[in-house]
């Protein structure tokens, strides 16, 4: 049994947009420590996502019908087929299936093109939300019915383990060190926790994933989760807030985006657009 196309490029998207994201500290971090330890995350990230994308194009090329719905990108395919590089830089923004929350700037809420200093800060809380999302995501599918899906999820679930330790432990030390951090650790909280929600809606690919056994259902995943943040939290002095903006849930997961993606993608996909038949 496979997975449904879109499931696997939900899960893709969401490591590729959160790697780019973390790589942008690449010779940027507060210290060299960090600098190293980020552009790791940022590789192992990515890595999962090569996985996920290969596999995503292995089931589009041995489908007639999904390979019909990718026609669009024949001019990116790789000897008449579709490939991980295919997927990663020649799909357009509405196509990307990955959280909103993966795609926001390494600051608070500003316009897509606005020059804000990064804030550590919202960087290592989203990658606190977001690890021990996937911690249990990955724990759950290495018993999908997808054999192969269930192998990346065995290797992608030690990677995330190791995510979710750095990103904790740095913010307990935001939490509980000077009245700055703390400051700057509860403001990304408050920022970036109402887009959580969108992790317990799930796309229809999710759901259809979840039914046949290929995936998990995420809403089942909730309490779990509430668990490791609220543990972490207590332990940093840190509060939650993460009732939606006015109601309102992210919907990244379904194709409906910030204006940051654009711009993320701009710059990731600029050069394999330029040269699109080039052999590296």
């Known amino acids: 049994m496979a997975a449904p196309v879109d499931y696997v490029l939900h899960l893709a998207d969401n490591a590729l947009v959160l790697g780019q994201r973390n790589a942008e500290w690449c010779g940027h971090g507060p210290v060299l420590e960090e600098d190293l330890a980020l552009a790791n995350n940022s590789l192992d990230l990515i890595g999962q996502a090569r996985l996920l994308y ?24 790789q000897n008449g087929q579709i490939a991980e590089d295919t997927l990663a830089y020649f799909r357009d923004t509405a196509e990307f299936r ?9 600051h608070g809420p500003l316009v897509g093109y606005a020059v804000s200093e990064r804030d550590y800060a919202v ?25 192969q ?24 030390r935001f939490g509980d060190g000077t009245d700055e951090s703390q400051r700057r650790a509860q403001a990304a909280l408050d920022h970036l926790l109402p887009y959580c929600e969108a992790f317990w809606q799930p796309s229809p690919a999710e759901q259809a994933a979840a039914a046949d056994g290929s ?12 668990a490791l943040i609220n543990d972490t939290l207590a332990e940093a002095t840190l509060t939650r807030h993460d009732q939606p903006h006015a109601g309102y849930v992210a919907q990244g997961h379904v194709g409906v ?4 993606l654009g711009f993320l993608l701009a ?14």
Do not use: C
């Not at 989203?126 to 019915?145: C, T, Y």
């Not at 999820?153 to 740095?170: I, P």
């Not at 990731?268 to 052999?279: I, K």
């Open 149 to 172: 899906l269930a192998a990346i999820a065995a290797k992608s679930l030690k990677e995330v383990r190791y995510h979710l330790r750095h990103a904790s432990d740095w913010l307990v």
């Open 54 to 77: 290969q596999h995503a194009a292995s089931l589009i090329n041995a489908d007639p019908a999904e390979a019909q719905r990718f026609a669009h990108l024949q001019g990116a395919r």
């Open 215 to 226: 995936g998990v259902d995420v809403r089942t995943l909730r309490d779990h989760w509430n």
């Open 267 to 280: 710059e990731m996909q600029s050069l394999a657009r330029a040269h699109p038949t080039a052999v590296w």
């Open 123 to 147: 960087t290592i809380a989203r990658n606190f939300l977001v690890s021990a999302l996937m911690v249990l995501v990955w724990d759950s599918l290495q018993a999908s019915k997808d054999a």
């Open 257 to 260: 985006h910030s204006e940051h």
């Open 98 to 106: 990955n959280h909103t929350l993966m795609e926001l700037p390494h």
